[in-house]
Structures are given as C-alpha cells and as structure tokens.
C-alpha cells in the first residue's frame, strides 16, 4: 500500500511540474464531459418528463386527410365510429393555430368547455363554463406576452377580419408551462364563429378504447371504413416523443462533435507523442531500478487524476446547468424561433447506464491514450531511451 | 502529502455526485403529484403535445404533424426552422413492432 502511496505521490509530484499544461488539459476535458452529460442530462429528462405527461393523451385520435394534408372532419364520422366494436366515448375535438401580429407568436386555440377538475393549484381565476360565450383561459406564456391579467380582453382577428374580443377567465400557472404555456381556450361556439367553421365539421376526433390491447385493431377497423382517415394511437404519440429527444442527432451535439474530436487529437497527440524529457524520465526511472509496472503504474496515476477530476467536475457541472440553470447555455439554440418558450423546470431524472456509458467514453479511453506509449517506452532499454 | 489534497478533493467530489442522485431521488419523489397534474390537464383537455417549440405547426404538433414534415423524413432532411435542428425525425410511421418501440416498451418499465 505505502509503495502505491508513493508512486501517486510521484505521479502528481510530475504532473504538477507540468501544471499549466496539465491544467489546461483538465479544464478542456471538463468542458467536454460537461457538454456530453448536459446533452444526455437534458433530453433524458425531457423525455422521461414527456412520457410521464402524455401518458394521459388521448387513446386515438382520428384525423381526416385530404390530398395528402389534415383536413377538418365532419361530425358523420362519429356516428359510425361508434358502432365499430370497442369503442367507447367518440368526442370531437376543436383547435387550430393562431399567428398574432403583435406579439410574432404563435397560439394554439383550443375550442372546448370541458373543465379540469381539480383546477385550484392548475388555474389562477375559473374554467369557461358550458354555454359562457366571449371568455377565454390562456397559459401563462400568452398572458407574459400580452401583459394580459384576469380580466382583461384579448382582441383575435378572426376569419371575418374582425377582431374578436375575449375576456381572460382564467390564466394556468407557471407549473404546468410546458404543456399550457401557448394555449388559448375558448367556447367551441365562439371557436367556430372565430375561424369561420360550419357548424358539422371538426378538427379530429379522439376515440375511447375500452381495451387497451384492442387499439390498434380498433384504429385498423375505422382505417378500414373511412379510408381517408390517419388514426394516431397513444404509444405512437410516446413514440415521437421517444424519439424526438434522441440526443444522438442535432445541432448541439454535431456542433459538439466537432470539440470532441479536437480533445481526442490533442489528448492522442498528448499520450502518443512523448516529448524527449517525458522518455528520459522514464529512462532514469528505470536505470535508477524501477520496473517496467512501476512505471506503468505512474503512468496509470497521472491518467486517472487528469480523467478522473475531469470526470467529477464535469458531470456535477452539467447536472448544476441543467437543473439548478435551467439549460441556459443551450437554451438559444433550444428555443430557435419560438416567441412563446415556456420557463419550465425540468424534473430531474438521471440515466446510470448513460453516466457510466459516459464514463467508459471519456476516462478509459484517455487513460489507455496515457499508459500504452509509455508501456512502449519503459520496455526499451533505459540507456536507448536517454540517448534518444 | 499531494496524495492527501487529492485524495481529500477525489471524495470531496464524489460526495457531490452522489448527494446530488439523492437530490434527483427526491426532488422526483416530491415532484409526484406535479407529474399527475399535468397528466390530468393532458387527459381532461385532449392535449397530444408539449409547449416547446411553437414556431411552427410541426414543431408544436409533432406528434399530429404531416408525414412530410421536414424533419419527419429522415435526417439529413433540409429543414426551416431551428427546432427542426435539435429534434430527431419522429419514427412514428410503420408497424407498431419497431425497434424505437421497444425504447418506449423500455420506458414503460422505468416508471
């Protein structure tokens, strides 16, 4: 134990003789591991958020398509959807998008009286009631963007080319931005006369499905009858999801790449080429009687402090930046163009198996970028090595 | 005595970590019944999608958008807006026995 003692003692003895190089290699592979655990931190914790959130979506959705574009579809549908076997509640639904020229942003309207239940830790002020023309509920992001507080009107410019005025009834809290964050509700009816819909015609249609092993047969059937129809099934929409945060593609990380592969070039030029003093030292060491494990064993030391401090203090960095800073170095190219970005805190959820991929990424490689060219030095003969 | 200062800041720093997993645990503990709230708002309302990227309709959707979205094509797709740049092409064509399935299967378990 006390001869392990020592040799670390000399390994960061030797690496401290080098410190501003040896720092300088520190702080870079902290920033790498930092960016990398950041990336998977984030979308790990978006896509778990994602799948506990949806997993209250709707079962299936029927869209209509036309020409190979959504199209809005008649209440007909429903009355044959629900005689198909299976199926439960059939309720068309009512939405749409709205550019407001004001603000640059982009809302989505949603037509619907169905209230929330439990609304008191949801909604600041009340739910539009069945039949309440002339209100609305907006997220929060819509009321920072207005300044607009409970009370106040929202003029809408609807299909008419009028404006539209709707007194805000309720606003939802800051707790659930990242799913109401952009929403505007109103009265289906004041949804219709808005956008200028005729009476029997909706967006989609969201069908119940008793048995949930009968969804995709129950999608099939009403394919089958309406052949003009797209259903969308619950584990289709957690699939998206599944993959939309897939950290192996995007801008973040191809720009990233581009770093990684500049730290494995320096760390490989760093290990591979030893400079003549680094030989010569581990030729004196030798002809003063240390073997070739001991020497192997500095070797193995120095690589672990580097790698290791790197390790630790990137991976507390990048947990520190996504959940205690909210994301706020990537959080530019996150948002791109939205004008309504929500400012949300992600839960924290962390993948073990992505940390310790993460680490047998980074240490291991840079350690065995470390010990194998001395290994190759230290069997050379010691008075070859120092004559160079 | 260098082995002391970084032996000392080794654990000092691996203490962090793992208070920190501890912080995970817990804050996702008490987060709880924030998850199951806005569960219930997604289920109450019909919500389909999360309020991210609201810049356009296939960014806001995406789970409702057109198979031909640009970034729903495949990945190297040219696409217009940011959003399309940090998010993955949806697989969310073909049958429901995929290998991004059995990532969601995956998920199902972890919960």
């Known amino acids: 134990m006390g001869k392990h003692i020592k040799i670390l003692e000399f390994a960061l003895s030797s690496l401290w003789r080098r410190k501003y190089k040896n720092l300088g290699i520190i702080m870079v592979f902290t920033l790498i591991v930092m960016t990398l655990s950041s990336i998977l931190l984030l979308t790990y914790s978006f896509k778990r958020e994602a799948f506990a959130i949806l997993k209250g979506a709707p079962e299936l959705i029927i869209q209509k398509i036309r020409a190979g574009r959504h199209d809005f579809i008649p209440l007909s549908y429903t009355k044959k959807i629900r005689e198909v076997p299976g199926v439960g509640k059939v309720i068309p639904r009512l939405w749409g998008y709205y550019y407001d020229i004001s603000t640059g942003g982009n809302y989505t309207v949603l037509g619907t009286f169905r209230g929330i239940k439990n609304s008191i830790n949801v909604l600041k002020g009340k739910f539009i009631r069945h039949g309440e023309s002339g209100v609305c509920v907006i997220g929060k992001g819509i009321s920072q963007a207005r300044f607009a507080e409970i009370g106040d009107r929202i003029p809408i410019k609807g299909a008419d080319g009028k404006f539209h005025s709707f007194r805000i009834k309720g606003i939802f809290g800051a707790d659930s931005n990242i799913i109401t964050n952009d929403l505007i509700i109103i009265n289906p009816e004041d949804f219709k006369s808005l956008f200028g819909i005729e009476n029997n015609i909706f967006t989609d249609i969201v069908v119940q499905v008793y048995n949930p092993s009968e969804i995709n047969n129950v999608a099939a059937r009403i394919k089958a009858l309406f052949p003009d129809t797209r259903p969308i099934t619950k584990k289709e929409i957690l699939r998206t999801y599944d993959t939309l945060f897939d950290w192996r593609s995007g801008l973040v990380l191809t720009m990233f790449a581009g770093a990684l592969l500049a730290f494995v070039i320096l760390a490989w030029d760093k290990a591979t080429a030893m400079n003549a003093e680094e030989k010569k030292e581990i030729g004196i060491l030798k002809a003063i009687g240390w073997e070739t494990s001991d020497i192997m064993e500095l070797k193995f030391w120095e690589g672990f402090v580097i790698s290791s401090l790197s390790f630790l203090t990137g991976l507390i960095g990048g947990y520190i930046h996504i959940f205690f800073f909210g994301a706020s170095i990537f959080s530019p190219a996150l948002k791109g163009w939205s004008v309504i970005y929500p400012d949300f805190h992600l839960m924290p959820y962390i993948n073990p198996y992505q940390i310790a991929v993460l680490l047998f990424l980074t240490v291991i490689p840079y350690m065995a970028a470390t010990i194998v060219p001395s290994w190759k030095a230290s069997i050379t003969d010691p008075d070859v090595i120092m004559r160079g | ?111």
């Open chain 2, 1 to 111: 005595m260098k082995y002391k200062v970084f032996i000392g800041f080794v654990l000092l720093e691996t203490l962090v970590v793992i208070s920190l997993f501890m912080h995970s645990m817990v804050s996702l503990r008490n987060s709880m019944p924030e998850i199951k709230k806005k569960k219930d708002i997604v289920n109450e309302l019909m919500l389909t999608d999360l309020s991210i990227w609201t810049e356009a309709r296939y960014t806001r959707n995406p789970s409702q958008a057109d198979w031909f979205a640009p970034f729903q094509d495949y990945p190297s797709s040219i696409e217009h807006f940011p959003a399309g740049s940090i998010i993955a092409p949806g697989n969310i064509r073909g049958p429901a026995k995929s290998g991004s399935d059995r990532s969601t299967t995956n998920l199902h378990k972890e919960e």
